[in-house]
Each structure stands twice: as structure tokens, then as C-alpha cells.
């Protein structure tokens, strides 16, 4: 789970920003054949963001067949929010957004599908990057060292 109090005032009343911070993962592949989204990865966000914010999400993408496209989409708390994103590569193509997190979501989902159900749609290494910024004493955590979520 993150780290969401300020270690300076020891205040949660933190915002999330997108950074190139890693600070959480879920780095192993899962597949999917169906062709209607289906949730294949899930990381929980924690409980005490007072406020929105923004992260960036990372995750790849491919399909097992190149004559069948795979597609994916990040949600929050099942609701759809990224982009749709599409390959038909079986290498694996990276995507990454930065995404609005709501006042009170628990948390941000990977949906994908296939276009054939004899084909499978993989998703893996998908990552959550982000800073923190205190609204009470202002720290910005942009500039220290990081380590992942606990």
C-alpha cells in the first residue's frame, strides 16, 4: 500500500502526481481470451487521498495472434477511464497515461479482450508511478530518494 502521510508534518492530507516514480506493480502476465472486457490485473490505492490526483499508469499489451488485435483499457473502481488502447503485436507494445484519481477510489483495474476467442490478449508489467505533495506543509517527495509501496 502506499505511503501516504508527509514525513515531514506527518499529515495525510497528500496529492498523488504523476512522476516517473515507481510506486507500485504487478508485474506478472495475465491472459485473457474473452471478447468483451474482462478485469485481468487490480492494484488498491490507498484509503486516505483527501483529495484527486494524478498517477501514471504503464502496462503492455499483446496478443498470442498478429491476425487478432488485442485491446485494453484502465479503469477505476470498474469504471472505464483510460483510453482504449490496441496491438496486434506478440512482442508486447507498452502504454502509459496519466490518470485522474477520484476523491475516494480504491482502485485503478486493467480490462482487457481478444478479437477472436481462439486467440489470447496479455497484460503485464503494469505500474503505477507517482509523487506526493503535502497540502499542509507543502513537501514535494519529487526530489528525495523513493522506495515501492508497502
Known amino acids: 500500500m502506499v505511503k501516504s502521510i508527509c514525513p ?15 510506486t ?11 471478447v468483451t472486457y474482462v478485469k485481468v490485473k487490480e492494484i488498491s490505492l490507498p484509503t486516505n487521498f483527501p483529495i484527486s490526483g494524478v498517477m501514471r499508469v504503464k ?3 499483446a496478443t498470442n495472434d498478429a491476425d487478432n488485435n488485442a485491446t485494453a ?15 496486434n503485436s506478440t512482442e508486447g507494445v507498452e502504454f502509459s497515461e496519466d490518470i485522474t484519481i477520484p476523491i475516494g477510489a480504491s482502485k485503478i483495474q486493467i480490462y482487457a479482450k ?3 476467442e481462439a486467440a489470447k490478449a496479455t497484460v503485464s508489467n503494469f505500474r503505477i508511478y507517482n509523487d506526493l505533495t503535502c497540502l499542509c506543509c507543502g513537501y514535494d517527495d519529487s ?6 509501496w508497502e
Open 8 to 22: 515531514i508534518c506527518l499529515d495525510t492530507y497528500t496529492q498523488p502526481k504523476a512522476s516517473d516514480t515507481l
Open 24 to 34: 507500485n506493480d504487478s508485474d506478472d502476465a495475465n491472459t485473457t481470451q474473452s
Open 59 to 61: 502496462f503492455t499489451l
Open 73 to 87: 483499457r484502465i479503469y477505476i473502481d470498474t469504471v472505464a477511464t483510460g483510453a482504449e488502447q490496441t496491438t
Open 114 to 116: 481478444i478479437a477472436d
Open 143 to 148: 526530489m528525495e530518494p523513493h522506495s515501492t
